[in-house]
């Protein structure tokens, strides 16, 4: 009997330190225990990403993590963030926040980092990749439509439109374009649809809007879908002095464009939300890693918003445009 | 051992009670104290966020009286020489970088002159948001507006907020604005923190953020505050939705300081902390109880669970039992011990000496049957017997052979030792009638008997070595007729049977000799047989009496029970 009691009791003393230490354990979280999370994104130099950065920053100190942000000497070097993406995974990243230059190049890399147990979450730009455990940006096809509307407010019967579109494969200016042109189809104001596609950088796509100009005057209507394309139509639209005659509408919110809005050159700038894209990034990485789950193949959808001329200093106009600093 | 393990012991019941009371008090206790305790964090967050925000306030009123300071410098230096303004304006721009733009505007709105840090105005300043004039159609002598971009530059669109001011008292005069950037206000409402995730933000009176620590992801919709429920009020401390709000509205009645903080940290962690506490309380209680339940082992049970392991082996061998003495402890424990070694003790000499008093009985009832078959006794009857039948007295031989075969069977009477005293009377007449035979009638005996005693019983051959006493002893030198007198009478509770001769009588040392003479030593049987049965059967109390004067003769007397069943004797020891 006595061996019995010692024994029960044992166990119940055992329990007690044991639950005496696993509550102390799950009190503190200690700082070392940061999760590492890398951003790789498509280029370090524009508007857009500098906000996106601007809100991975902000998601990282409120969920504080270890936030490196990585990305490509051009918006063309899906090798370049190949590689970052594996500097990333032996770094010891816990999660990787990434936007593809390439829908198709980027995948094996990124299949191989998911494999190797890091947490992919796509941003802006998607990866022909199945790993992914979260996809969040703009709804693209959603934001073509958005931009044919913009040109079909401003537009002449017939138009003629140009489309300056990106030269790498990339899903977003495929589905932007598919979008856009869906649209406009449907419209009988509607001539012809020409595109271009332009390596993404100011000054190429400065070069090529104004021989694509140049080579089809009749042209009355142009499209530009990125931030660096858009900057580049605008000067090009201007250099060429064709304000008048030609209606621009433009992705992003380049201070350039902004700019050329107010000289009448731009007269749409379809502004998406890249800071919501890697604030809600971020975030996304640190609650995959608390264990929650998202679906990746429902995409995350950041608010994309129409500014004109008329809307651009209203109270609205301004938070879209405008970074808050 | 099964049998023990079915029932709860003393040193778990002990173990768990002790423990559940334990539990039971500290956690009534703990929650009582949690009570209290959240009251009083709820109240101290309160405290502190308002402390919070009245520095705040403090800091934002003296960084808006600064920027007053900083327009009348402005203002005093426009009154000045022209040409000087341009090496003022040089000095000012270097000495605060958070001012974007100085401008000037005419009565109509008109943008007159535009100075800034290095930058130059863009022509066109159609849509300024620097001079709001539908605000001015208000408030004509100025205003301090939200935050909102300044767009007079190209490529250039910081946000900022602006101060507004006539430019002198004259009503008709222009306006001066200062576009400042949001900076030196980020840099105190950023680093102001309440509790652990606790912030503030500015807003307006109508509930427009002025300035939030996460104001992009307000802008990008991200985030919002319930502004609404907050403008709506008054300023205090006030909880919604388990947020604590402080509000404080600045001195400039425009702009209102809010304060949140998060009830639910403030909870959660004195909730941890109290968890922490019990599990603490709990292994001290643990450690407790197993000091107490040890104690409590040594001095309680452990005795106890010996005593009743003593009392197992008592019951399974009392001869060879001996318990060992258990000396300190508890007192009511140690008389328990002190009680059950008596109780042992007690039951052992009692045992010993029903064990001895059986075999007494035994030896005593053999040697009366022995007495019975005294050899002697037999053949001289039967010598009588035959010299009767050789005489021809055949009636006589036949009455004597009677009176034998009577006496023996009465003497067996079938193994049993407590006989009806009428067979008692037939067995004392039977063996008269032999020796009066025998003796040739040299004496006479007379019976005198209450009927009502004949039921009861008493011990067989009780009154045969009684008679044949007084034959060999008391009538025996006898020349004259002796007598023999056999009486039985009730009195009181107690029979007594009596047999009186007229014989030669004892002296008291006689009778001393004759009650102490061990009933080995002499060939009858006696009067110590008698008299020692009786006590075994019936106690100390009855006993054989002698009342005897020499020459006169001996009267002995049995006392006895008044027993109806031969099991009845048992209830009077």
């Given at each position: 009997?006595?061996?019995?009691?010692?024994?029960?009791?044992?166990?119940?003393?055992?329990?007690?330190?044991?639950?005496?230490?696993?509550?102390?354990?799950?009190?503190?979280?200690?700082?070392?225990?940061?999760?590492?999370?890398?951003?790789?994104?498509?280029?370090?130099?524009?508007?857009?990403?500098?906000?996106?950065?601007?809100?991975?920053?902000?998601?990282?100190?409120?969920?504080?993590?270890?936030?490196?942000?990585?990305?490509?000497?051009?918006?063309?070097?899906?090798?370049?963030?190949?590689?970052?993406?594996?500097?990333?995974?032996?770094?010891?990243?816990?999660?990787?926040?990434?936007?593809?230059?390439?829908?198709?190049?980027?995948?094996?890399?990124?299949?191989?980092?998911?494999?190797?147990?890091?947490?992919?979450?796509?941003?802006?730009?998607?990866?022909?990749?199945?790993?992914?455990?979260?996809?969040?940006?703009?709804?693209?096809?959603?934001?073509?439509?958005?931009?044919?509307?913009?040109?079909?407010?401003?537009?002449?019967?017939?138009?003629?439109?140009?489309?300056?579109?990106?030269?790498?494969?990339?899903?977003?200016?495929?589905?932007?374009?598919?979008?856009?042109?869906?649209?406009?189809?449907?419209?009988?104001?509607t001539g012809k649809l020409l595109t271009i596609n332009v390596i993404t950088g100011q000054e190429e796509a400065l070069q090529e809007t104004i021989r694509f100009l140049q080579e089809h005057p009749e042209i009355n209507t142009l499209v530009a879908l990125n931030e660096p394309l858009a900057v580049g139509a605008a000067l090009a639209v201007d250099d060429l002095d064709l304000s008048d005659s030609v209606r621009l509408v433009a992705f992003d919110s380049n201070p350039i464009?902004?700019?050329?809005?107010?000289?009448?050159?731009?007269?749409?700038?379809?502004?998406?939300?890249?800071?919501?894209?890697?604030?809600?990034?971020?975030?996304?990485?640190?609650?995959?890693?608390?264990?929650?789950?998202?679906?990746?193949?429902?995409?995350?959808?950041?608010?994309?918003?129409?500014?004109?001329?008329?809307?651009?200093?209203?109270?609205?106009?301004?938070?879209?445009?405008?970074?808050?600093? | 051992?099964?049998?023990?393990?079915?029932?709860?012991?003393?040193?778990?019941?002990?173990?768990?009670?002790?423990?559940?009371?334990?539990?039971?008090?500290?956690?009534?206790?703990?929650?009582?104290?949690?009570?209290?305790?959240?009251?009083?964090?709820?109240?101290?967050?309160?405290?502190?966020?308002?402390?919070?925000?009245?520095?705040?306030?403090?800091?934002?009123?003296?960084?808006?009286?600064?920027?007053d300071t900083v327009m009348e410098i402005l203002l005093a230096s426009l009154k000045e020489d022209p040409d000087a303004r341009e090496s003022f304006f040089d000095v000012f721009f270097r000495i605060r970088p958070d001012v974007i733009a100085v401008s000037t505007y005419a009565p109509s709105g008109q943008m007159l002159e535009c100075y800034s840090a290095g930058r130059i105005p863009r022509k066109d300043q159609s849509e300024n948001l620097s001079l709001d004039l539908a605000?001015?159609?208000?408030?004509?002598?100025?205003?301090?507006?939200?935050?909102?971009?300044?767009?007079?530059?190209?490529?250039?669109?910081?946000?900022?907020?602006?101060?507004?001011?006539?430019?002198?008292?004259?009503?008709?005069?222009?306006?001066?604005?200062?576009?400042?950037?949001?900076?030196?206000?980020?840099?105190?409402?950023?680093?102001?923190?309440?509790?652990?995730?606790?912030?503030?933000?500015?807003?307006?009176?109508?509930?427009?953020?002025?300035?939030?620590?996460?104001?992009?992801?307000?802008?990008?919709?991200?985030?919002?505050?319930?502004?609404?429920?907050?403008?709506?009020?008054?300023?205090?401390?006030?909880?919604?939705?388990?947020?604590?709000?402080?509000?404080?509205?600045?001195?400039?009645?425009?702009?209102?300081?809010?304060?949140?903080?998060?009830?639910?940290?403030?909870?959660?962690?004195?909730?941890?902390?109290?968890?922490?506490?019990?599990?603490?309380?709990?292994?001290?209680?643990?450690?407790?109880?197993?000091?107490?339940?040890?104690?409590?082992?040594?001095?309680?049970?452990?005795?106890?669970?010996?005593?009743?392991?003593?009392?197992?082996?008592?019951?399974?061998?009392?001869?060879?039992?001996?318990?060992?003495?258990?000396?300190?402890?508890?007192?009511?424990?140690?008389?328990?011990?002190?009680?059950?070694?008596?109780?042992?003790?007690?039951?052992?000499?009692?045992?010993?000496?029903?064990?001895?008093?059986?075999?007494?009985?035994?030896?005593?009832?053999?040697?009366?049957?022995?007495?019975?078959?005294?050899?002697?006794?037999?053949?001289?009857?039967?010598?009588?017997?035959?010299?009767?039948?050789?005489?021809?007295?055949?009636?006589?031989?036949?009455?004597?052979?009677?009176?034998?075969?009577?006496?023996?069977?009465?003497?067996?009477?079938?193994?049993?030792?407590?006989?009806?005293?009428?067979?008692?009377?037939?067995?004392?007449?039977?063996?008269?009638?032999?020796?009066?035979?025998?003796?040739?009638?040299?004496?006479?005996?007379?019976?005198?008997?209450?009927?009502?005693?004949?039921?009861?019983?008493?011990?067989?051959?009780?009154?045969?070595?009684?008679?044949?006493?007084?034959?060999?002893?008391?009538?025996?030198?006898?020349?004259?007729?002796?007598?023999?007198?056999?009486?039985?009478?009730?009195?009181?509770?107690?029979?007594?049977?009596?047999?009186?001769?007229?014989?030669?009588?004892?002296?008291?040392?006689?009778?001393?000799?004759?009650?102490?003479?061990?009933?080995?030593?002499?060939?009858?049987?006696?009067?110590?047989?008698?008299?020692?049965?009786?006590?075994?059967?019936?106690?100390?109390?009855?006993?054989?009496?002698?009342?005897?004067?020499?020459?006169?003769?001996?009267?002995?007397?049995?006392?006895?029970?008044?027993?109806?069943?031969?099991?009845?004797?048992?209830?009077?020891?």
């Amino acid at each position: 009997m006595k061996p019995r009691i010692n024994r029960i009791s044992f166990l119940l003393f055992l329990l007690t330190g044991l639950l005496l230490f696993l509550s102390a354990c799950g009190m503190r979280r200690p700082d070392s225990n940061q999760y590492k999370v890398f951003l790789i994104a498509k280029s370090t130099q524009t508007e857009f990403w500098k906000s996106v950065f601007a809100g991975a920053n902000a998601a990282k100190t409120e969920y504080n993590m270890d936030l490196h942000i990585l990305g490509p000497e051009t918006e063309e070097d899906y090798e370049g963030q190949n590689a970052l993406i594996q500097q990333a995974v032996k770094e010891g990243a816990d999660a990787i926040v990434f936007s593809a230059i390439s829908y198709t190049n980027n995948a094996p890399s990124i299949d191989e980092a998911a494999r190797s147990g890091v947490k992919v979450i796509v941003i802006d730009s998607d990866v022909d990749s199945s790993l992914v455990s979260a996809r969040i940006g703009t709804d693209n096809i959603q934001a073509g439509r958005m931009t044919a509307s913009a040109v079909l407010e401003v537009c002449p019967d017939p138009m003629i439109v140009g489309i300056v579109n990106f030269a790498q494969v990339s899903k977003n200016g495929e589905e932007r374009e598919k979008g856009l042109r869906e649209e406009l189809e449907k419209d009988p104001r509607t001539g012809k649809l020409l595109t271009i596609n332009v390596i993404t950088g100011q000054e190429e796509a400065l070069q090529e809007t104004i021989r694509f100009l140049q080579e089809h005057p009749e042209i009355n209507t142009l499209v530009a879908l990125n931030e660096p394309l858009a900057v580049g139509a605008a000067l090009a639209v201007d250099d060429l002095d064709l304000s008048d005659s030609v209606r621009l509408v433009a992705f992003d919110s380049n201070p350039i464009c902004i700019d050329k809005m107010r000289e009448g050159v731009v007269s749409a700038l379809i502004v998406q939300n890249p800071f919501a894209m890697g604030y809600l990034g971020v975030e996304a990485a640190w609650k995959l890693l608390e264990g929650q789950t998202f679906n990746p193949d429902r995409l995350i959808d950041t608010s994309t918003t129409i500014i004109t001329p008329e809307t651009m200093f209203t109270e609205e106009g301004q938070k879209a445009l405008f970074f808050f600093q | 051992m099964n049998r023990i393990r079915r029932h709860t012991h003393l040193n778990t019941l002990l173990f768990f009670t002790i423990i559940s009371i334990g539990i039971l008090i500290l956690i009534s206790s703990l929650l009582m104290f949690y009570q209290t305790y959240q009251q009083v964090l709820l109240q101290n967050a309160r405290t502190n966020s308002q402390r919070t925000i009245s520095q705040v306030s403090n800091t934002v009123n003296g960084y808006l009286e600064e920027i007053d300071t900083v327009m009348e410098i402005l203002l005093a230096s426009l009154k000045e020489d022209p040409d000087a303004r341009e090496s003022f304006f040089d000095v000012f721009f270097r000495i605060r970088p958070d001012v974007i733009a100085v401008s000037t505007y005419a009565p109509s709105g008109q943008m007159l002159e535009c100075y800034s840090a290095g930058r130059i105005p863009r022509k066109d300043q159609s849509e300024n948001l620097s001079l709001d004039l539908a605000v001015l159609s208000v408030s004509p002598e100025g205003y301090l507006s939200s935050p909102h971009v300044v767009n007079l530059f190209d490529s250039y669109y910081p946000w900022a907020v602006t101060l507004v001011r006539r430019l002198s008292e004259d009503p008709a005069a222009g306006w001066i604005s200062l576009d400042i950037s949001c900076s030196n206000l980020s840099d105190y409402i950023n680093e102001t923190g309440i509790g652990r995730r606790g912030y503030c933000f500015l807003m307006d009176r109508n509930g427009n953020m002025v300035y939030h620590p996460q104001q992009q992801l307000i802008y990008s919709s991200l985030k919002t505050e319930n502004t609404a429920l907050i403008s709506g009020n008054e300023d205090g401390s006030y909880t919604a939705d388990n947020i604590i709000y402080t509000v404080q509205t600045l001195a400039n009645e425009q702009w209102r300081v809010v304060g949140v903080s998060f009830a639910a940290d403030v909870i959660s962690d004195s909730l941890v902390e109290l968890g922490r506490l019990l599990l603490l309380a709990a292994l001290l209680l643990l450690c407790m109880v197993f000091i107490i339940s040890a104690i409590l082992s040594r001095v309680l049970s452990r005795p106890i669970r010996n005593l009743e392991q003593a009392m197992q082996r008592f019951e399974q061998d009392t001869d060879h039992f001996l318990l060992v003495p258990y000396e300190k402890g508890i007192y009511e424990i140690r008389n328990l011990y002190d009680s059950f070694q008596h109780m042992t003790q007690r039951v052992k000499e009692l045992m010993q000496t029903v064990r001895e008093e059986e075999n007494n009985l035994r030896r005593t009832e053999l040697k009366a049957l022995q007495a019975q078959i005294n050899p002697h006794f037999l053949y001289n009857t039967l010598d009588s017997i035959s010299w009767m039948c050789e005489q021809g007295k055949n009636e006589e031989a036949v009455q004597m052979v009677t009176a034998l075969a009577r006496l023996f069977r009465i003497s067996i009477s079938r193994g049993h030792e407590l006989i009806p005293i009428r067979n008692e009377l037939e067995h004392a007449r039977s063996y008269l009638q032999i020796q009066s035979v025998r003796y040739q009638d040299q004496f006479t005996y007379t019976f005198d008997v209450d009927e009502e005693c004949l039921d009861y019983l008493c011990n067989k051959i009780t009154l045969q070595p009684l008679i044949e006493n007084s034959l060999y002893h008391g009538l025996n030198g006898l020349v004259d007729d002796g007598e023999i007198r056999i009486c039985v009478r009730s009195e009181g509770d107690q029979i007594l049977m009596s047999v009186a001769d007229n014989g030669s009588g004892m002296s008291e040392e006689q009778i001393r000799f004759v009650m102490s003479k061990d009933p080995g030593e002499s060939k009858g049987i006696g009067l110590r047989n008698v008299s020692d049965r009786l006590r075994i059967f019936f106690g100390n109390q009855y006993t054989v009496t002698i009342r005897s004067i020499p020459d006169k003769g001996t009267t002995v007397t049995v006392h006895l029970p008044k027993i109806l069943e031969e099991t009845d004797y048992e209830a009077t020891n």
